[in-house]
């Protein structure tokens, strides 16, 4: 499937659906929870499966659900894919694949996509089972339960979680897809109107932000790991690539120290690769046919060193923990 089967006759981009979306659980039909018996999928400059990695990372399931990275750099083909250029002998070492392409492929012959990520396969049948990147962090945060470590968090409380949804699709819709709607557009009023969305959207979360340390309260939620994501890519690579020009993270105070806040919490910054970030949207996401990749130079900056510095937030929540226990 090509990118351009993905943009509207106005010239909007409308992100494809993810088609393996059975749920995890235990009742009928649904996929089982079992240890070991899943590897996720994903790329480090990706935002959804990003995300992904945080939550599981944050739950201690990482001795339960293996990983496998894909090159941040798609492979040079004359289709959409992803490579495990990463590993030993250019083959993932679980599933004994070269691209992405091939689990999907085999799993559904007719499939006709693009291979994404994050992505769970089944290492039992080797094949394909769930690759909703809306919906994975909740099943890890509710279903997979009881593989969590002892005294993991609660990032999705059950009396928020209809909170949690709803700023989640508004994080989503003009946010986490706003970006790529300015970035992907092919008319100038689409563009403008995913870019008009997108500030006024960030405008807000600024003035919320300033009263409170995360988007829910005094704890990180999962929404905070959805907004997080978008947020730590947007002067690398947003701001610049897909023409997201108005505002750089750093110009909005609030978001900024709330951003430098998660990146310093274990499972946010020592998963994020601002190096794969830069090279994946400044190299993957331009390539064309006239484009050649050796007349690609990748951007020196932006000074990545103010990730490190006092975000000064914790006074906002009066809470020495910034999660939920269970």
Known sequence: MSQNQEIKADGSFNRQKSLFSTSFGTKPGELPVEKNRYRLIWSAPCPWSHRVVIVRKILGLENVISLGAVNPIRPDLPRIDWAFSLDENNVDPKLGIQYLSEIYTKTNPDYAGRPTVPVMVDCK???VVNNDYFTLTNALETVWAPFHKSG???LYPEPLRQRIDAMNDVIYADINNGVYKCGFARSQEAYEQAYDH??????????LIAAQRFLLGDYITDADVRLYVTLVRFDVAYYSVFKANKNRLIDYPNLWA???DLYRTPGFGDTTDFEAIKKHYHLSARLSADLKKENIIIPKGPDLSGWDTEHNRQHLSG????????
């Open 152 to 154: 993991a968090p609660n």
């Open 125 to 127: 049948d080797n094949i």
């Open 198 to 207: 997108l500030f006024e959207k960030l405008a807000i979360l600024e003035q």
């Open 319 to 326: 809470k020495e923990d910034k999660f939920l226990i269970r």
């Open 258 to 260: 709330y951003a430098r």
